[in-house]
Nanobody
């Protein structure tokens, strides 16, 4: 079974940047796609960005396009989320997910393995 550990969260001012990291360990046999989700207090978990391990397309939520970039270092089993031009509405707990089994890349139920999250706070 896979395990995911996120890091890189923190508190920044409006317009600031952060880079999140997620290290995967364990059985990689179902690791065909990795994704970042976020959940703000009182809101549902939403997909932010997703990237295939091999061939395929990278996907972004409309709210982060042009500001966030997802990337993958296969040698390090690590997926990154570079977040620029952060806004207060980006404040949330950010989760890494893998072991994708469904069709919709931003459907939380389509991912089997999740990390514990890293908190991002953006102040105005």
């Amino acid at each position: 079974q896979e395990q995911l550990v996120e890091s890189g969260g923190g508190s920044v001012q409006d317009g600031g940047s952060l880079r999140l990291s997620c290290v995967a360990s364990g059985d990689p046999s179902r690791r065909i796609r990795m994704a970042w989700f976020r959940q703000a207090p009182g809101k549902e978990r939403e997909g932010v960005a997703s990237i295939p391990i091999g061939y395929g397309s990278t996907n972004y939520a409309d709210s982060v396009k042009g500001r966030f970039t997802i990337s993958l270092n296969n040698a390090k089993n690590t997926v990154y989320l570079q977040m620029n031009s952060l806004k207060p509405e980006d404040t949330a707990m950010y989760y890494c997910a893998t072991d994708f089994t469904g069709v919709g890349v931003f459907v939380p139920d389509n991912y089997v393995t999740w990390g514990r999250g890293t908190r991002v706070t953006v102040s105005s």
